[in-house]
């Protein structure tokens, strides 16, 4: 066998894969002591004779190259080159096998080096006899381009800078949508982002390497490598920029003016104001165009509704005054017979009843109901929002065009909202959240949630990841802003690595500043919310425990909790811990004529109840799917036509029955009754 013609053509080789290459790459071999012997054993039997003490391929100069440069590759268009991908000749099983053996394992790093010559030509051996013998080796010189500089001790640092491109680059394209891209470039062209214009270029090319990636192909890791390199560390590290920041909250279904807003927050001056809305003129003519396309455009236009917009088919209850004025189906006498009572069944003495057994057995023969608002209702407010074109097409997920919006502004829990604003996780199989500085006084305290876990672990702002129960805290607000409501997180998204056994939630403050109104609290499972509220100041150094919660195979509970205690309030113009008037009792209209589109609510609509808020005239969560492809252009939509004021609305309590809740109320029937209802 020729070994020279064997290691020139590897040499001509190396030179082909390196012409077109600004860079090579070495793979992750592990020990090269291996390599050197898969090389040995790889000469079929017989070829490979001894010659003297060891076999005839077996010298220091050869093993020294296949250590040094045998597991060198070259990358293009997402494919692998090693050094021994090449017509070898007789020498081509021994090629195979360790091309074979380098493609077994992934791509390491670039090849970073100050060293351009690997192996030698040949040497001379000068024999017993005064006569010579010349070797032959492995040899290879490498483009100056190739050679790093520098000191040894850098190159260590260069590779780990290669490596972070690399591995930032594909997380930012696995994590980083296409339409959230598509929408900051369009926010940089309609000028409404803060420095926008810097990276434009740089969006630009990001947004082709993201059209480009092979996400289903098996050698996308490789085209990461290779794109690496050409684009440089500014889009390569394109997740850990500011403008990142932003891309991820987009891609994560952040609200987008909650997204410009928390990198303004990060780029901008404070006493920066944005020129523009955020959302772009192709957003607004896109959207205007699924609208008119849809028939909605009478839709869009929301005020509160009042009792001549409901009929009795969609509602629970009706006072005497509600029934008068209702859309009741039917002639003047049948409305008549609707404020009769029917004949009440028996029922012993009972302080609490279900929710079932309230709507089945006890309203068909009220007459008049009262309830009990209490302080902790008031987070709970609700107004019924109606068209203002009456019979305009129905905009939302459900067969008709009513909605409902919460105190602030919201669909659901005041400290759930504030958790998700707050960048915190509030799905997955448990939750506990906390919430202090939500009233007129500035509580600046700085409280703390902790968690200790049937593991022994102790979650909190020094240990924030339990890697053994997958919980986090990843919420922490250490100074509360004036005005603002403060809140900590933590989350468990799955059930699948927390241990059985007693997770024990305490509050701890960790500084008091002078601040006295106590917290709230929330523990969420199996879709249920358990709310706690502490009215007392914590002193220096408290712990307060709030809740036990046991997870055993039958699934979560409360075992041991924290008493609520609420001091009187008044809202939207009725007193707390006194009696009102229910006008109607109903489901959320996502429930009426027999629908089941999403949660269920229950709303106690109060008399005198007056909503002094401009709530949104829809959320995007209540949208027709067909609309969501403009979920952005409807955000500000939504808030844009805000519901005018009105004292003529349907507004009181209301209930997400996902959750766990109670209800005090007076009822009016054959007998009076004072009646708890939970549910």
Known sequence: MDFIKFRDALAVHVGRMVAGADYLFVVDVGDKSLMWGRYLASFPA???????????????????????????????????????????????????????????????????????????????????????LRWHHFHVVLPAKFSAG?????????????????????????????????????????????KGEEWKAVLERFLALHRAYPRSNAQASLWVWEQSVKVGPVIGRIKNHSIGVLLQDISGGMELDKAVSRYEAIVAPQNYKRPKAIFTKRMVEDAKAAITEMGLADSLARRYANIDDITVNNILFANRDAVQRMATPGDAFDRLSATLPTNPK????????????????????????ELLLEGEHIRKMVSLVAPVVADSRPLFKWGNNFAWAYTGN?????????????????????????????????????LDAHCHTPGGEHIYFSRKHDYGSGGVLDVDIIDPSQGKPAVENITWPTLASMPHGIYKFKVHCYSNRGGRCGFKAEVEFNGQIHEFAYDKGMRQGEFVDVAEVRLSKGGFEIVKSLDSKVSSREAWGLKTQQFHP???????????????????????????????????????????????????????????????????????????????????????GAVSRLLKVVF
């Open 46 to 132: 017989g070829t490979n004779g001894l010659f003297r003490e060891r076999t005839s391929h077996d010298c220091s100069a050869c093993r020294s190259f296949v250590k040094q440069f045998g597991n060198v590759v070259s990358i293009a268009d997402g494919n692998l080159t090693t050094i021994w991908d090449f017509d070898a000749g007789e020498y081509q099983p021994i090629a195979d096998a360790m091309s074979d053996y380098v493609k077994s394992f992934p791509v390491g790093n670039v090849l970073v080096t100050g060293q351009l010559v690997y192996g030698v030509d040949s040497n001379v051996e000068t024999l017993e006899d005064k006569s010579t």
């Open 346 to 369: 028996a029922f012993a003495k009972l302080d609490e009843v279900p929710l079932a057994t309230f709507l089945k057995d006890v309203l068909p023969t009220a007459r008049n109901v």
């Open 150 to 194: 520098g000191r040894r001790e850098t190159f260590g640092t260069l590779q780990s800078q290669y490596m972070a491109t690399a591995q930032v680059l594909q997380r930012s394209l696995l994590e980083i949508t296409e339409d959230a891209v598509l929408t900051v470039l369009e926010l940089i062209a309609s000028n409404s982002l803060y």
């Open 582 to 668: 229910v006008q109607v009792i109903m489901h959320s209209p996502n429930h009426w004529d027999g629908q089941g589109a999403g949660n269920k609510h229950l709303f106690f609509m109060l008399k005198g109840c007056v909503n002094p808020e401009q709530p949104n005239g829809f959320f995007n969560e209540y949208l027709h799917s067909d609309l969501m492809a403009h979920k952005r252009v409807f955000e500000a939509l939504g808030s844009q036509m805000r519901v005018a004021p009105s004292g003529d609305q349907l507004s009181g309590v209301g209930f997400s029955l996902t959750q766990r809740g109670a209800v005090t109320v007076k009822v009016e």
């Open 410 to 446: 919201m669909t659901d829990s005041v400290l759930k909202h504030a958790v998700k604003s707050a960048g915190g996780a509030v799905d997955g199989a448990l939750r506990f959240s906390l919430m202090w500085n939500e009233g007129p006084e500035w509580d600046k305290n700085d």
